[in-house]
Structures are given as structure tokens and as C-alpha cells.
């Protein structure tokens, strides 16, 4: 089993509509979690991150942990054409001598259609 | 803006070449990546260092090598490029302390003919 798993799409959404990007992941202790978005060519920027405490909202993202099932969610309300990338989920297990060993998933490719 | 710069965007070597693919950061920051992305397998870590000459292997070092002689520059060694060596190769940096985000560079496409 991968450690981190995502769907790789394409998910494809209407402009307006909520786009839903869903990452599982096999560690129980994982701490925190990322989602980066990558546009084709580009390299990937961090949009989002959220510890296990909690869920998070920025602007029309919203980032959501579900701990009993493992898997972290980011949801995108009022999707814009300008959304479509690749969204990666990365999930930190924990330091190791002062490293966060991040681990990604092969990320989901969004489509927002107009 | 934090900037993380990799020496070339695009590189075609043939196939034994030693190549070196350089990664300069100027945030100061303790930690440098060098992961490879691949369609359907994502990002994979080569290996990455938390400081000056202190490296550790990722999850597919074999065949790399990497260099940390000064803290704003990570290099990747190829020692003798092989054909599935060919892949986009990401440098990325961040803070040492806890969950902190990785910035990361532009890229290199690497072809190996």
C-alpha cells in the first residue's frame, strides 16, 4: 500500500461549482498535511496545510482531516478555469532527526470547464 | 520572495555522461530536497541534506550522489546517466522546524539519449 494515495483523475468540474480533491494516507501518527498545486510546466507551491487538530479555510479553499478514516480532503468553492493543475497531497509522519519526511502523493489532475 | 533556482531547465546527455544538476536557495534555509516526478508515480525523494555536508538517501538513491559544501547550494550527481534516469528533477528547500512548507525550483527537464 502507498503511504500516501490520491486519485489521478482527471476530475473535471463546472466553472462555479465546488471541486472536491480527496488524498488517503497509511500512517496513523501522521502530523500534518500539505496540498500543493502544480500547473503544467511549473513546479508545485503550497496552497494549503492543516495539523491533525483541525480542519482549515483560506479564501475559497477549505482543507478537512478526517483522522478515523485517514484521509484529508481540499475542497475548491466557486472553481475558476484558473484552478485547473495537479493538486499534490503531502503527508509529514513525523521529524527524524530534525527532518520532516514528506511524503507525496502522485497528485489529482483538476479541470475546471467554463 | 524566497527563490530556489536550479542551474538549467532543460538538459540532453547521452547516455554514461557524468551530469551535475546544481540548486542554489537564498532563504538560509537548513533543509534542501532533490526529488524526480514522474507521470503516475509522482514525486520521489533522491536523497536531501538538513545541513552542511550531511546528507541522507531518500526513497530511489541509487545511481545519484549529491554534494552540500556550503549551505545555499545542493548539487545532484548523475555518475553515469542511464536512459531511465530521464525525468523532471526538483529541487526543493525549507526551514528545519516543524511543518514548515518546501519552496521549490523551477525544474529540470533531463533527457537521456
Known amino acids: 500500500q502507498k503511504e500516501v494515495e490520491q486519485n489521478s483523475g482527471p476530475l473535471s468540474v463546472p466553472e462555479g461549482a465546488i471541486a472536491s480533491l480527496n488524498c488517503t494516507y497509511s500512517d496513523r501518527g501522521s502530523q500534518s498535511f500539505f496540498w500543493y498545486r502544480q500547473y503544467s510546466g511549473k513546479s508545485p507551491e503550497l496552497i494549503m496545510f492543516?495539523?491533525?487538530?483541525g480542519d482549515k479555510e483560506d479564501g475559497r479553499f477549505t482543507a478537512q482531516l478526517n483522522k478515523a478514516s485517514q484521509y484529508v480532503s481540499l475542497l475548491i468553492r466557486d472553481s475558476q478555469p484558473s484552478d485547473s493543475a495537479t493538486y499534490l497531497c503531502a503527508v509529514n509522519p513525523g521529524q527524524i532527526r530534525g527532518y520532516q519526511k514528506v511524503t507525496f502523493g502522485i497528485g489529482t489532475k483538476l479541470q475546471v470547464i467554463p | 520572495d524566497v527563490k530556489v533556482t536550479q542551474s538549467s531547465r532543460y538538459l540532453v546527455k547521452r547516455t554514461g555522461e557524468k551530469v551535475f544538476l546544481e540548486c542554489v536557495q537564498d532563504m538560509d534555509h537548513e533543509n534542501m530536497f532533490w526529488y524526480r516526478q514522474d507521470p503516475g508515480l509522482g514525486l520521489r525523494l533522491i536523497y536531501f541534506?538538513?545541513?552542511?555536508?550531511?546528507?541522507e538517501k531518500g526513497d530511489i538513491p541509487e545511481g545519484y550522489s549529491v554534494s552540500r559544501e556550503k549551505k545555499e547550494r545542493f548539487s545532484l550527481i548523475l555518475e553515469s546517466a542511464s536512459t531511465n534516469q530521464t525525468s523532471m528533477y526538483l529541487c526543493a528547500s525549507s526551514f528545519r522546524a516543524r511543518d514548515t512548507e518546501a519552496f521549490f525550483g523551477q525544474g529540470t527537464r533531463l533527457t537521456v539519449v
Open positions: 492543516i495539523y491533525s487538530n
Open positions: 541534506s538538513y545541513d552542511v555536508k550531511m546528507k
